[in-house]
């Protein structure tokens, strides 16, 4: 079994950063393509940003594109997701989750592909 713990969210004002962490434990984390997921109130759950297993490709949303970096550093067990120049409509709860059938730089974009998720952290930005 695998489990994703999160941390990293808070507070901010518009135009602040965060960096959110996903630290992972119970299968061999290098084996994992890895995603940040997003919900808000109201809102269906939505992708914002993937990395493969070893980190060399990466996949954004066109909303988060340019703002946020996802990466992973697989001796630490650990994603991140950088999210710089925050938004009103950032707000939202993050959701980290690891997909472990993907084929080495494959990573996926739907919520069904992936098996396991984090509990979530809230990130809310104000104007």
């Known amino acids: 079994q695998v489990q994703l713990v999160e941390s990293g969210g808070g507070s901010v004002q518009a135009g602040d950063s965060l960096r959110l962490s996903c630290a992972a434990s119970g299968r061999t984390f290098s084996w994992s393509a890895m995603a940040w997921f997003r919900q808000a109130t109201g809102k269906e759950r939505e992708f914002a940003a993937g990395?493969?297993?070893?980190?060399?490709?990466?996949r954004y949303s066109d909303s988060v594109k340019g703002r946020f970096t996802i990466s992973r550093d697989n001796a630490k067990n650990t994603a991140y997701l950088q999210l710089n120049s925050l938004k009103p409509e950032d707000t939202a709860v993050y959701y980290c989750?690891?997909?472990?059938?993907?084929?080495?730089?494959?990573?996926?974009?739907?919520?069904?592909?992936?098996?396991?998720w984090g509990q979530g952290t809230q990130v809310t930005v104000s104007s």
């Open positions: 989750a690891a997909d472990y059938d993907s084929f080495l730089v494959n990573v996926p974009i739907a919520g069904e592909d992936y098996e396991y």
């Open positions: 990395i493969s297993q070893s980190g060399a490709k990466t």
